[in-house]
């Protein structure tokens, strides 16, 4: 292999009834676009015998008007997780926790309700931010947090 040429990390060898499921997802207008784009990338980037014509990352990227990441991305879930990965929307690897819970919520609500600190007219959001950590009910918390608990209260 030759310097300049790039080096291929996932290499995806279909079998024939995984080309028959790619290409029946592709073909019928019953599977979300996301779904359908993958499989055509799959298609597209075969190295399988029943390959009829392999498409290169860049020849995919104009076809497709997709990144060249987001073929390698699906290449990747393919060879790690296998079909059913590469085809639908990955889960989010990230666990959240919810800083406020239905305590904290009803404190943040009461303290909004109440009179607003000496010369200020009312709470801004960062004010009830800074009034929940010097009150010790929570360590941090971001102005935006406290912007999305009031609006899912109203």
């Known amino acids: 292999m030759g310097e ?22 592709a ?7 996301q779904k359908v784009l993958n499989a055509l990338i799959l298609l597209g980037v ?8 392999k498409k290169t990352t860049s020849q995919l990227v104009d076809v497709l008007s997709v990144s060249a990441r987001k073929v390698d991305r699906v290449k990747r879930r393919f060879v790690e997780h296998g079909l059913e990965a590469a085809l639908n929307k990955r889960k989010a ?3 959240r926790f919810k800083k406020i819970d239905g305590d904290i919520e009803a404190h943040l609500v009461a303290i909004s309700c109440s009179q607003p600190p000496q010369g200020q007219v ?22 935006e947090t406290i912007r999305k608990t009031l609006k899912k209260t109203n």
Not at 6 to 22: C, D, G, H, M
Not at 46 to 53: A, L, P
Not at 122 to 143: F, G, P, Q, T
């Open 46 to 53: 075969d190295e399988g015998e029943f390959q009829k014509s």
């Open 122 to 143: 009312r709470w801004s959001l960062r004010m009830l931010a800074d009034k929940l950590v010097e009150l010790e009910y929570v360590d941090s918390i971001s102005h």
């Open 93 to 95: 690897d990230r666990q």
């Open 4 to 25: 300049d040429m790039p080096k291929i990390l996932y290499r995806v060898p279909l079998t024939q009834e995984e080309r028959t499921e790619l290409e029946r997802i």
């Open 27 to 33: 073909k019928r207008g019953e599977h979300g676009s």
